[in-house]
Structures are given as structure tokens and as C-alpha cells.
């Protein structure tokens, strides 16, 4: 048997254990000394399935937190299994598990999962960011004041948004809390989200209306002149000074420019 | 050119010739804060590339922990041993971690994960074949010349074996070293544990070992795994170095000298100054049977 043909089916017996019952493949294992062909094969099979859904795993403490080991460990075997990586670098392995989640029967009655699961690997694509430096404020005391309403500000590259129909942020509270006897009292309201990672650790800032539009805004390369337009035509009482000021302290924006 | 890491002041590395233990461990990431706080005796660190590809924050940590340290980069990724080329992009993001963090090792497994689109995600066995011989050099090759630099390639740990073997796999280590012109990283543990899977004498397959290839060597600690029919043991990295394993390990330091050695850790994971006591006991071996040269190595 070729080395590829070998390989093959060899990956076909991880997913399929029946594979083994190939003749030409099992002639290929050494059977005589001590443990079945098997048993010996289901080293291998555990092996590959735990250490992907661990990997996995590992980007979703909350919502282990939430839902227990066991059931989570079961629906990620399950994911795993339908999902193999393509590539050796696992750090981003799982990200379509959201989508998978919202398929998954034993999950139908949490509903708030896909959500929770997105927003817990958005934190995890935080950490892999790559570095970049904040936009220091005093870049822009030397734009002139006639250029200010055409900057164009670019954001770090940890940072994103999410928008939920469920209480996200309070299900992340109650999963840092001490004391988790509370969770019945969520309310229920959606909510808007944004993650970044300033420096070494991922922060989750809750947003209102108006500031979730105004990033959104920015985010889609908007001016600040067309973004307060766009902010005014939706609340025309907002204020897009204080929010700028914000975000440039929070270190949301990693550079400005000016379009022309 | 590439644009120096701004993270990382390479002025503070350790001096290749500066005084050196042989002994390191794996740093893992529950260890950042401990290691750069603590700062132990330690002769070198340990990390998988894979899990620094793309930057953030683990590679902030190992930048600090590289100030202290020498580094070698022990890959599990590039699955030398498939039936096709070494994934490009793969080489790519390990190359950028080698050009950042100049590690004094470079190394990764005589197995395979990676069969058409899909990684497996565990070191795979080979049977020992010609055939095999020829894909594994020319992907050791392909890598070697890639990164500019000669590589070391691991033992595994296997729980079969095969009919289509036309070689033992000592043979086939000191064959791969010869023709792909790389070194050869001795997992002490895996040996052991295949010579109880697979019924061979542990002592031979270290004799039959060509010294000069040895650059490396690993312990680790083992599971056994019991079936209706016998008992597995499984290389799982989450315990201490087995009293076995550490005769063995033993016999290579009389044998390979005082070549760097790794204490790997990566399941169920204790508190560092257990890692350390590990490493001293590796260290007292290698006190009591061989002179250091280690870095020399590094610094050629």
C-alpha cells in the first residue's frame, strides 16, 4: 500500500473505526503482540477527538461555566467530528461553532448560545489580535480645524462589535460572579457590545444606541462629518464630541487620516 | 526586510557563551506570570510555534520570557511525514517566529497529521518503508532550506506497528539524519513507552542510535491506558518522568553527552517549581555524566 493510500485510510478509520475491516489496510498493522489492532486504534481516535475539542474548548470558559462540561464536551465531539482543521495552527479552531450550535437539537432550548459562543470567540480572536499601538490623542491637536470634519479614523485590530437579542453581557457577569444563583433574574433585553484588547488583556465594553452606531459608522470608513449626519438622522439629540474622546482615550482607533 | 518585534530587547538575551544548563522546560501559558516573577534556574524554555502564530498576547509573554531565556521552538505542525508538501503558509508563520526570537533549537516529529485537507491533530505513525524515507527527507529538505537553518526531528510515541517495515526505526532515525542532513531530538519517553507497546529492548534501540546525530533530548511522563486485553501506554505529558524512564535516560547521557534536555509538561499541568525540580534531576544527570558544550551549538 502506497504511503497515500495508507494515510487515507488511515484518517477514514479515525472518522469510520468500520474502515479497519478493509483487508488490505489491516494487513498493513503488525497484530501479533499483545492488544487488538482495535484497541490500539482507539488511542489514536481518542487522541485526535479529545485534542480538538479541548482546543476548542478552550475558547469557550464562559459558556462551560454555563452549561457544564459534559454537555458542551458532547456537542464539540460532535462539531469535531463533521469539522476536522485544515491547517496545523489551532488557535482559531472552532470559530464556526456558533453556527453549529444553532443546529444542534440537544441545544434548541438555548437559544442564547449561538450568540454567547460568537461573543466568547470574538474575546478569543481578541487575543490572537496583532499588536498595534493606540492612536495617540495629540496627533490630533495639530490637524487643522478645517480638516477635522473629513478624518477617517482606523480601528485597532482586535476590535469588533456585536449586537445580541439577548442580555449577553449580563450572562458574562453572572459567569465572572461569585455567587451564581442569580442567573434567573437576567432581563430580557438585548444588548451591544464591542471587544478589543488595549494591551495584554481583552476588555468587553457594553455600548448604547447612538455610540454602537457611531463605531459602526467610523468602522464602515465613514468620515466624522458623515457620521454625525448619520448619528443625527437617528438620534437627533446625540453628541458625537464626547464619544470621540472617549474612544480616543479607551484606545479603540490605531491611526487617522484625512480624506481629500 | 522584516520589521523588529518592538516587545523584545534582544540586548538582554543570554550570551551564547555565557554559563549554560542543559536542562529547560516547556513553557506554557498557566507559567507566564510565575516564570517572568520567579525567574528559576533553568538552562532554556520550550514552546510550540503554533501556538504564536498571529502574535497577541501569548507572544507578548514569550518575548518577555525570551529576554531571560534561550528558546527552541519545537513544532507539531508541519506533519513531515505526509504524503505531501509541508504546508506553505505554515512554514511561513514559523519562519517569522525564527527570524523574531532567534531559537537556539528548531525542531519537529517523524510522524504525520495533515492527509489532503484535513489535520488530524495528533503525531501519526509511519510505517518504515523506503517510500517513506524519501517523502520525509524531501519535506526536511524543503523546510531546512526554507528556514536557512538545519532542523531536528523527533521519535515518536506509536501504539502500532507495522508488517510493511523494512527497517527498524533506529535504522530509519539514523537514516533520515544522514540523508536529509538534519539532527536527531531523542524522546527518552517515547522510547520507553513503545519497547513496553510494542515488546523491544529500550537499552538496544538507544545503542543502535549514531551519537553524533543526538543534539536533543526529551522526558516526559506516561498513562497507562487498560484494555480487556492488555495494558497501552500512552505518551501524555501530564505526569512526572517515570523511575524507568529515568534509567533510561541515564544511559543516554553516558551515551550523547550533555545534550540540551526538555522536560515536557503540556496536560494537568503542576506548579513551576515542580517543573524545575524536574529539571534539576535532569540536570543532576547530566552533573554526574557529561560536560556541557551546549550552546556552542547554538551559536554556530
Known sequence: MRLSEFQESFKHTILEPDHLDNNMFRSTFRQDHGICLENRMKVYRNNIIRSLTDAAMAALPMTEKLVGREFLEQAMRAFVVNNLPSQGNLNLYGMEFPD???????????????????????WEAAYYAPDDLPLDPAELINIPEEDMPNLQFSFRQSFTQLESEYPLDEIVDFCRA?????????????CKLMVYRPNLKVELRRLDDTEYLFLCALQDGQTIHETAEILAAHYPNADLTPLLQKHLQLGTFTSVEIRR | MMKPYPYMDKNAYPLPDSPYRAAGIGLRAKHYEDILEEKPDIGWIEVHPENYFGGGTHRRYLAKARELYPLSLHAVGLSLGSDQPVDEEHMRQFKELIDIFEPFQVSDHVSWSASGNAHLND???LPYTKETLQRLCDNIERVQNYFGRKILVENPSTYVSFTTDEMSEYEFMNRIAEKAGCDVLLDINNIYVQSVNHGFDPNHYLDNIKPEFV????????????????????????????DEVWALYEHGVKRFGAVPTLIEWDGDIPALSELV???????????KHGKSEVLAHAAE
Do not use: C
Open chain 1, 100 to 122: 453549529f450550535i444553532r443546529t444542534y437539537e440537544p441545544a434548541a432550548n438555548l437559544p442564547y448560545l449561538q450568540d454567547f459562543t460568537k461573543l466568547e470567540w470574538l
Open chain 1, 178 to 190: 461569585e455567587d451564581q444563583d442569580n442567573l434567573q433574574q437576567l432581563q430580557s433585553r438585548g
Open chain 2, 123 to 125: 503525531l501519526l505513525p
Open chain 2, 215 to 242: 543534539r536533543e533530548m526529551h522526558l516526559a511522563g506516561h498513562t497507562k491506558r487498560e484494555f480487556e486485553d492488555g495494558t497501552i501506554l500512552v505518551d501524555t505529558h501530564n505526569r512526572p518522568v517515570r
Open chain 2, 277 to 287: 525540580a524536574q529539571s534539576d534531576k535532569a540536570q543532576s544527570f547530566i552533573d
